[in-house]
């Protein structure tokens, strides 16, 4: 159990590169797959560079971090409101497809190891310090983002831009995703209070 333990990482690892593999054919579009995943790649292998260089996480950490890159992945095969996600739409009765709310929701999770990193290099002083910043941290990445969602569209136009920005037709759907980024970091950090590091 303790090795198994040992290797979370390189599992998660695993599966992210596997379901990259599956959906790097024919997706829906590949404008949209390249620039969906462009990110979500950039953003793996700072997190496999930082463990080659010795900067660990929690395997809760680790969990909760392999969520967005697989999300993403397959939001960017199908682009993020054709996902099939009916089942979670009709659960809650929503007429719009939530897939991409969710997935901001999960960028929410890296405000723990955003603390862990804080914490273990000692660069705060005190709990309540690492959780606002990881707070913060997460909300200046959820405005970053709408900027390039933004930028992208505006850039490009057409289906792809239209798909990458996903708002379907929702006049409020970057402050919606950005309130989403931001409630997902808020119950993370406060979860965070609960549970001990493993």
């Given amino acids: 159990m303790q090795k198994i333990k040992t290797y979370v990482p390189h599992i998660l690892l695993g599966v992210y590169v596997l379901i990259f593999i599956i959906t790097a054919f024919n997706p829906y579009s590949r404008a949209v797959w390249f620039v ?16 080659c260089r010795g900067v660990r996480f929690s395997n809760t950490a680790y969990v909760l971090m392999a969520i967005l890159p697989i999300i993403h992945t397959i939001g960017g095969y199908y682009t993020f409101e054709r996902v ?11 007429e719009r497809n939530m897939y991409d709310r969710v997935g901001h929701f999960t960028v929410g999770f890296y405000a723990l190891p955003i603390m862990e990193y804080l914490e273990s290099r ?10 606002t910043y990881a707070l913060f941290a997460i909300a200046f990445i959820a405005v970053f983002y709408e900027w ?10 057409g289906d792809a831009g239209a798909a990458f920005l996903g708002s379907q ?8 995703d950005m309130f989403m980024d931001v409630s997902g ?13 493993s």
């Fill in 36 to 51: 969906e995943n462009g990110p979500i790649v950039a953003l793996v292998a700072t997190i496999v560079v930082l463990y």
């Fill in 84 to 94: 099939p996600f009916d089942w979670f739409n009709n659960l809650f009765g929503f």
């Fill in 122 to 131: 000692r660069l705060v002083t005190s709990r309540a310090v690492s959780m």
């Fill in 148 to 157: 390039i969602e933004w930028w992208y569209a505006d850039l490009y136009g």
């Fill in 169 to 176: 037709g929702d006049i409020w759907d970057a402050q919606k």
């Fill in 185 to 197: 970091a808020a119950l993370t950090v406060f979860l965070s209070l609960f549970r001990k590091r």
